[in-house]
């Protein structure tokens, strides 16, 4: 290795003492003073690392937005209590479409644990795609409980958008949880 260095050294330096020999025809060459070209170069270097570095860090901040998002998510008292309610319902197998028959339907109480779920994977599923939150972090822990859900909350979803005349209620969710069931069934398959 150290053979290889020192071969790489002098052919290094037979190359500088070429280019400076032949200075005047490198610049007919060139069309100006190697100084120019050695300076410009240097200045696509540096502009390509610090792309490289901005994306680096680009991705980091996502990821790290995400990571918060799921620590908030588990520390938060109110949406927990949501969640658990609509966990009981998920493991009742209630018929959700059952409670959507009064009016306002976003504000009715045994609609509330249902809406809770739903507008947090709303908000998530619109943070991925708009690629402020790493959607490769989130899968890896929810994809199997995001899965679930919106397949037992589908009934509701289709529901509540014909009750509220609005096909674009749960729109990000419904997209993001069929992307990733249909990574899963592909993945089953290979």
């Not at 918060?68 to 197998?93: C, G, H, I, P, V």
Request: aromatic share 12%.
């Amino acid at each position: 290795m150290l053979v290889s260095m020192l071969m790489l050294l002098f052919l290094f330096h037979i190359l500088i003492n070429y280019i400076v020999d032949n200075i005047n025809c490198l610049n007919c060459f060139l069309g100006t003073n190697l100084a120019f070209w050695v300076q410009t170069t240097l200045i696509g270097f540096s502009a390509f690392f610090a792309y490289l570095a901005f994306r680096s860090h680009e991705k980091t901040s996502r990821q790290r937005a995400t990571i918060d998002l799921m620590l908030a998510q588990n520390s938060d008292s109110n949406y927990q209590t949501m969640r658990d309610d609509f966990a009981k319902l998920r493991a009742d197998k209630a018929d959700l479409t059952t409670q959507l028959n009064d009016n306002p339907i976003s504000r009715r109480e045994d609609n509330r644990p249902i809406m809770a779920v739903l507008n947090q994977y709303e908000f998530i599923s619109t943070g991925i795609r708009e690629k402020a939150l790493d959607e490769k972090i989130y899968r890896s822990v929810y994809r199997g409980i995001l899965i679930r859900d919106y397949e037992f909350m589908t009934p509701w979803l289709t529901q509540l958008r014909s009750l509220e005349s609005n096909p674009k209620i749960g729109e990000e969710f419904e997209r993001l949880a069929l992307k990733w069931k249909k990574e899963s069934v592909r993945s089953k398959n290979l």
